[in-house]
């Protein structure tokens, strides 16, 4: 069973930054596009950025500039650095992989369990 533990996540003031992590528990055959995602109360769940596995990254409008996405291959981590945070930016955060756990078995979608960040005015 594949779980994905994030970390980092907290309270800060707006201009502040925070850096989240998420990491496999378990081994991973390959990992196809590694991503992040975030859910306001009230709100439908946000995609944010995502890294694929050239390494190429896509970011959502609201957040380009001002978040990145970075990973480790060899730990199975993907990072998420949000830096000049917003009040607007509060919400939990939740990381996703789209990947095969061995060769016997299809890509599907993995989630963390999300962590919430609070961004204070």
């Known amino acids: 069973q594949v779980q994905l533990v994030e970390s980092g996540g907290g309270l800060v003031r707006a201009g502040e930054s925070l850096r989240l992590s998420c990491a496999a528990s378990v081994s991973i055959f390959s990992i196809n596009a590694m991503r992040w995602y975030r859910q306001a109360p009230g709100k439908q769940r946000e995609f944010l950025a995502a890294i694929i596995n050239s390494g190429s990254t896509i970011y959502a409008d609201s957040v380009k500039g001002r978040f990145t996405i970075s990973r480790d291959n060899a730990k199975k981590t993907v990072y998420l650095q949000m830096d000049s945070l917003k009040p607007e930016d509060t919400a939990v955060y939740y990381c996703?992989?789209?990947?095969?756990?061995?060769?016997?078995?299809?890509?599907?979608?993995?989630w963390g369990q999300g962590t919430q960040v609070t961004v204070s005015s």
């Open positions: 996703n992989f789209w990947a095969r756990v061995d060769v016997t078995t299809a890509l599907r979608d993995y």
